[in-house]
């Protein structure tokens, strides 16, 4: 604590005192150092050319991956739309004839 201070009249006839004081903590850095020997090893790791292109091609296949799997949600939405269409039709065929 660095100031600490006793002021009067806090409460009307009452013999309490409003004390106010400043606080300023110190804060430390604690440097976790399990990030960083990670990031060294990993550039180590990828600094060898044929580890470098293996990831590569396994970064490719996953993205490639996505890619298909957003495809496949097209086509399924699409597939979604044309029997709601056929529905849609259906109904409106049924209103139609009564």
Do not use: Y
């Not at 850095?29 to 091609?57: A, P, R, Y």
């Not at 490639?64 to 086509?75: F, G, Q």
């Amino acid at each position: 604590m660095e100031d600490v201070r006793a002021r009067r009249g806090a409460d009307v006839a009452s013999d309490h005192h409003l004390v106010s004081a400043e606080n300023r903590p110190k804060l430390q850095n604690h440097w976790i150092t399990g990030e960083t020997t990670l990031l060294s090893c990993i550039s180590v790791f990828l600094q060898d050319t044929d580890k470098s292109n293996e990831f590569k091609m396994a970064l490719n296949n996953k993205f490639r991956e996505a890619e298909i799997a957003s495809d496949h949600h097209l086509v399924v939405a699409k597939i979604k739309l044309k029997l709601k269409k056929q529905w849609t039709t259906g109904q409106t065929a049924l209103q139609s004839f009564n």
